[in-house]
């Protein structure tokens, strides 16, 4: 069975820095497409970025993301700094479905980590 475990979001302050981690378990690490994405209370699940057949980082948040991956620790990380209240979200990673070389929208990963909570103070 699939599983995504995210940590590493909190409270922090405007312009400090978070490393968020995802683990996941239950399918091949190396082979699969992951990606970041974040929610804000009464808005749309909006895209962060992606690692896999190429890295990518939306446009606006290009410059303070970043997305890697640890293939031996089954691992990926969202490092994000200059945080600003307008970061304050839930925080998922998920897998890309099959035959998604690309995939961008939500509609376009098949499964998703519980979720962690970032905070950004002002």
């Known amino acids: 069975q699939v599983q995504l475990v995210e940590s590493g979001g909190g409270l922090v302050q405007t312009g400090d820095s978070l490393r968020l981690s995802c683990v996941l378990s239950?399918?091949?690490?190396?082979?699969?497409?992951m990606a970041w994405f974040r929610q804000a209370p009464g808005k749309e699940r909006k895209f962060v970025a992606r690692s896999g057949a190429d890295t990518s980082v939306a446009v606006s948040l290009a410059g303070r993301f970043a997305i890697s991956r640890d293939n031996a620790k089954n691992t990926l990380y969202l490092e994000m700094n200059s945080l600003s209240p307008e970061d304050t979200a839930i925080y998922y990673c998920a897998t890309g479905r099959p035959g998604k070389v690309y995939p961008v929208t939500a509609a376009d990963y098949q499964y998703w980590g519980q979720g962690t909570q970032v905070t950004v103070s002002s």
């Open positions: 239950g399918r091949a690490f190396d082979t699969t497409i």
